[in-house]
T-cell receptor
């Protein structure tokens, strides 16, 4: 049972374009929503995170949009670069348990 | 400042053998978590440990799997009598004292287990 649903499974974007990844959840007990970036053969690395009392958070080219009433959140990668090519996981935490989405493989074409 | 260290990075076992996966948390961290990642899937929580204590093992299969985090030394995830379905990447994460809710979990590079 997937507690966090993530889409799309993969996407291809041109260099300089915008990548958008969406996630939805059901459990209203989740209170922390991080995004992780994973390169092949590596562990997930925290990219950016948000708490549900905030509707948007921006760090550099990465922005999280959070819609508490819809129980949805999304990651926007602006001005996508070839170095952004990776798998991105959304996650949601309650207490100490992270529940991960299935991941989105992003390919940025030069 | 070394990150979360996992070894081995790759482990090959034949069916029926035992697999031992090690995790050394970041310096100063006292909370350890193990996650399993199957191909094309996200990470799934397995167990949460503090020094000498298992706090939550609700994600661990009931049989063949065990975990420990002794007073001295790394955390160990042990899988007895491995089967092909155990083939996966196993990730360890750690967080500092002060409550896991307030702190980021930092992940190691993982151990990729292949069962022949």
């Amino acid at each position: 049972q997937q507690q966090v649903k993530q889409s799309p499974q993969s996407l291809i974007v041109q260099k300089g374009g915008i990548s958008i990844i969406n996630c939805a959840y059901e459990n209203t007990a989740f209170d922390y929503f991080p995004w992780y970036q994973q390169f092949p053969g590596k562990g997930p690395a925290l990219l950016i995170a948000i708490r549900p009392d905030v509707s948007e958070k921006k760090e550099g080219r990465f922005t999280i949009s959070f819609n508490k009433s819809a129980k949805q959140f999304s990651l926007h990668i602006m001005d996508s670069q070839p170095g952004d090519s990776a798998t991105y996981f959304c996650a949601a935490m309650t207490d100490y348990k992270l529940s991960f989405g299935a991941g989105t493989t992003v390919t940025v074409r030069a | 400042n070394a990150g979360v260290m996992q070894n081995p990075r790759h482990l090959v076992r034949r069916r029926g053998q035992e697999a031992r996966l090690r995790c050394s948390p970041m310096k100063g961290h006292s909370h350890v978590y193990w996650y399993r990642q199957l191909p094309e899937e996200g990470l799934k929580f397995m167990v949460y440990l503090q020094k000498e204590n298992i706090i939550d093992e609700s994600g661990m299969p009931k049989e063949r799997f065990s975990a420990e985090f002794p007073k001295e030394g790394p955390s160990i995830l042990r899988i007895q009598q491995v089967v092909r379905g155990d083939s996966a990447a196993y990730f360890c994460a750690s967080s500092p004292p002060g409550g896991p809710r307030e702190n980021i979990q930092y992940f190691g590079a993982g151990t990729r287990l292949s069962v022949l």
